[in-house]
Nanobody, 120 residues
Framework: QVQLVESGGGLVQPGGSLRLSCAASGTIFRINTMAWYRRAPGKQRELVARITISGSTKYGDAVKGRFTISRDNAKNTVYLQMNILKPEDTAVYYC??????????????WGQGTQVTVSS
């Protein structure tokens, strides 16, 4: 079983920065894709950023140029550096991972989420 644990959320003023971390632990052969999603009040869940095991990245339009996703494969950890934060970035941020199990199948995993609030 694999667990994802997010950390780094909190309250920050507009224009500020936060760095989120998500560490995967448990039994897994390989984590192929890791991503950050978010859900703001009254809105659908949206992709924030995604990164493959080879380092290819994709960003949601709302965060391009401000957020950077990275990962440490040895630690099975993904990071999200968030800069120039705006009030509309306020949301619960969820870590996601697609992992390959030892039977060579694929499983999806979700973290519990961490709250990011951008407010004066």
């Amino acid at each position: 079983q694999v667990q994802l644990v997010e950390s780094g959320g909190g309250l920050v003023q507009p224009g500020g920065s936060l760095r989120l971390s998500c560490a995967a632990s448990g039994t897994i052969f390989r984590i192929n894709t890791m991503a950050w999603y978010r859900r703001a009040p009254g809105k659908q869940r949206e992709l924030v950023a995604r990164i493959t095991i080879s380092g290819s990245t994709k960003y949601g339009d709302a965060v391009k140029g401000r957020f950077t996703i990275s990962r440490d494969n040895a630690k099975n950890t993904v990071y999200l550096q968030m800069n120039i934060l705006k009030p509309e970035d306020t949301a619960v941020y969820y870590c996601y991972a697609e992992g390959q199990n030892f039977e060579l199948g694929y499983d999806d995993y979700w973290g519990q989420g961490t709250q990011v609030t951008v407010s004066s």
